[in-house]
Every structure is written in C-alpha cells, then in structure tokens.
C-alpha cells in the first residue's frame, strides 16, 4: 500500500527525524483548525503530537524506553539501555503565536548519552517550500562563521541573570529567543553562538538537541562542565551550556567565577 512506511527497517536517525516531522505538520494542522482558543491550543496540541510520538515509537521499537514531557512516566525505562525522549511541543507558547521558535524534539539516550536526535521547527522554512527544517544528528551541517561579536541566546521572557552577567562579560549581544530546541539549533543555525540556560530544566527540554549540537561539533554540557546524563530516575535537568568549542573554556570559567548569589 503507498505511504505506507515500515520503521522496523528505518535506521534510529531516520525514524526520530521521520517522526519530529510529522509531529510538527500535525500541530501545523491543529492549530490551523482553528477550533481551539488560545488557552486550549496548547494542551490540545501537546496531547495531540504526544498520543502520536508515543505510539509510533511503542509499535516501531518495542523493547525501548520511552520518557515523554507528556505522559506518564515508567520507572521500567531506568533499566533500559535505549530509551527515547521526547517534547512533543517545546515553546508552547510561541506554537499558539504561530512564531518560528518552537519545536519538537525526538531523540534516543543510549546509556543515558544523548546519541540521536532530531529537533523540528515547524515554523521555520529555509528552503522557501513552506515547510518546516528538521535538524538531525546524522547529518551534520557546516557551521557559519561566528562572528568578531558574540551572540548569546536567552529566553524572550526572563533570560537568567548568570546569561547576562557571562554576556556582559563577553560583550555580547542577547538575542531574545523561545524554546530551548529553537536557541540550541540557532547556534548551529548560525543566528547565535552561546547558549546558556540555568533557570530549570528536564531532560526532554536538551535531550535530543544535545545530541543534534554534539553530532555539529558543538560543546554540551553541564554549566559546571560535567557531561550530560540522561534516563535518570530524576528527570530534572536544570542547566545547560550549548556553544562553539572555541568559546567553551571561557564561558565555562566566567561562570565559575560569578558571585555565589547569581551562581
């Protein structure tokens, strides 16, 4: 039968791409119903690309873990190798504002390593096709240049005091930015350089674009330097450092160097 597609033979990239794609197109469609008010749009957009990730993921790979934002969690995945993370609506707010900084993040902790993801932005159309970008892990782009002046992504709403204090110190530009999917791939975008976030986090927030930035050649880490684990019993992962290597030691050391009250 055509369309039909068989994710038993697609390889673990392809799938978490596969299904950050359609995720995107089908909250694209929820949200162009316009059956929902602001208010509802969320939940029903969360619950609606939940029921499909998770689903698919349970009839493509049975025997692997599974941690969604949106569903229940399952202590039988801290025993698993493989477990999927997924967000099936990062930025939901900028999903309901029909803005281009949200995202749907699919990815797979392999004994608690963030090694595939796939990170879609739905909103974001480079090509000029109308249609969304999908950022993978398995295909590396090049990276632009980073400019004489920095730019560091913070959140649009409340950007974390030691963000602007590393950025004051390295004279540069905040660019205001919505969910965490949306600032990491901006670095590999090229729209940002530095992305720090100590404001509180879980590990489907970074998981999947932890592993795009690190197959890009880009430093992630803790914001005390120390790797990021994944599949934890506490899923609660509360900072993040996303840059290029060339700026990781510096920002790394201005962080430790920040007074106790902003650290």
């Known amino acids: 039968m055509s369309g039909i597609v068989d994710p038993k033979t697609m390889s673990d990239a392809d799938l978490a791409a596969h299904l950050a794609e359609v995720a995107g197109r089908i909250l694209v469609e ?15 957009g969360d619950q609606t690309a939940n029921q499909f990730l998770c689903h698919a993921l349970r009839e493509a790979r049975p025997d692997d873990g599974l941690l969604s934002e949106e569903e229940k969690d399952n202590a039988a995945r801290i025993d698993k190798e ?27 902790a392999v004994n608690g390593a963030p090694t595939i993801g796939a990170v879609a932005l739905p909103g974001l159309d480079l090509t000029g096709t ?60 090229g729209q940002a350089d530095i992305y720090l976030h100590s ?3 879980y590990e489907w927030d970074s998981m999947a674009p932890a592993a795009v930035a690190l197959a890009h050649g880009l430093h992630a880490s803790r914001i005390d330097g120390s790797p ?8 609660y ?27």
């Open 30 to 44: 929820v949200r162009s119903s316009g059956l929902f008010s602001p208010k509802a749009l969320g939940k029903a």
């Open 82 to 108: 493989r477990v999927w993370i997924v967000d099936p609506v990062d930025g939901t707010r900028e999903y309901g504002e029909a803005r281009a900084d949200w995202a749907v993040h699919v990815g797979m």
């Open 130 to 189: 109308g249609g969304g970008t999908v950022l993978r892990s398995d295909q590396p782009r090049p990276l632009p240049p980073a400019p004489e002046k920095l730019r560091m992504v913070v959140s649009r709403t409340r950007p974390a005091a030691e963000a602007v204090a590393v950025a004051d110190a390295l004279d540069a530009e905040l660019v205001p930015m919505g969910s965490a999917g949306a600032k990491a791939m901006a670095v590999i975008l």
């Open 199 to 201: 404001g509180g986090q």
């Open 228 to 235: 990021l684990v994944y599949n934890q019993r506490d899923v």
């Open 237 to 263: 992962l509360p900072d993040l450092l996303i840059c290029r290597k060339e700026h990781a030691d510096k920002v790394l050391g201005l962080i430790a160097g920040l007074e106790p009250a902003n650290a």
